[in-house]
T-cell receptor
Framework: TQLLEQSPQFLSIQEGENLTVYCNSSSVFSSLQWYRQEPGEGPVLLVTVVTGGEVKKLKRLTFQFGDARKDSSLHITAAQPGDTGLYLCAGWAFGTSGSRLTFGEGTQLTVNP | DAGVIQSPRHEVTEMGQEVTLRCKPISGHDYLFWYRQTMMRGLELLIYFNNNVPIDDSGMPEDRFSAKMPNASFSTLKIQPSEPRDSAVYFC?????????????FGPGTRLTVL
């Protein structure tokens, strides 16, 4: 079973601060995705990283996939209250019955105005 | 497209009762996934289907849980009998493929409370 550990689990910061969320595993994933979930809704995909060492930017969000494809990070610059939500990393791995998406436990981010 | 549709949005039932959750995936998506989300265990994959056929049900917790997909536009997750520990938010998601880079589109979830 592939496990993804996210840290920190909870993060409360002031508007304008920078933050980094980490997603770590002992397993190798073919790709890794980051989702954002707001209360009462399902997760929504932010980005997919596929290549080891890959870096993707989405406005103020920067995503990185580790060289060994076992870990990833999400960095937010100048956080805003609208960034508040649950951030989930999810790794795709291929098994005998096909591919499977495993989610981390999530990081609950609160950005205070 | 209306996205993934789930019903009901909220369900409160008593222990021992049968519960049926429903999902309509996005038209044209070949894969359908059922997840359960709790504070303690996060988001867990229960089962997924490809072209209406169950592919991996290793996440289904017990025989009390069963899932069906009679056609490409409808799936159910049934719990019989329900227990208080089944209380959680249940999500349905669909995708075009299950390749390692494809997006899963999630429904709004069904919040189940078993008293």
């Amino acid at each position: 079973t592939q496990l993804l550990e996210q840290s920190p689990q909870f993060l409360s910061i002031q508007e304008g601060e920078n933050l980094t969320v980490y997603c770590n595993s002992s397993s190798v994933f073919s790709s890794l995705q980051w989702y954002r979930q707001e209360p009462g809704e399902g997760p929504v995909l932010l980005v997919t990283v596929v290549t080891g060492g890959e870096v993707k930017k989405l406005k103020r969000l920067t995503f990185q996939f580790g060289d060994a494809r076992k870990d990833s990070s999400l960095h937010i610059t100048a956080a805003q209250p609208g960034d508040t939500g649950l951030y989930l990393c999810a790794g795709w791995a291929f098994g005998t019955s096909g591919s499977r998406l495993t989610f981390g436990e999530g990081t609950q981010l609160t950005v205070n105005p | 497209d209306a996205g993934v549709i789930q019903s009901p949005r909220h369900e409160v039932t008593e222990m021992g009762q049968e519960v049926t959750l429903r999902c309509k995936p996005i038209s044209g998506h070949d894969y359908l996934f059922w997840y359960r989300q709790t504070m303690m265990r996060g988001l867990e994959l229960l089962i997924y289907f490809n072209n209406n056929v169950p592919i991996d049900d290793s996440g289904m917790p017990e025989d009390r849980f069963s899932a069906k997909m009679p056609n490409a536009s409808f799936s159910t997750l049934k719990i019989q009998p329900s227990e208080p520990r089944d209380s959680a938010v249940y999500f349905c998601a669909s995708s075009l493929w299950d390749r390692g880079s494809d997006e899963q589109f999630f429904g709004p979830g069904t919040r189940l409370t078993v008293l």
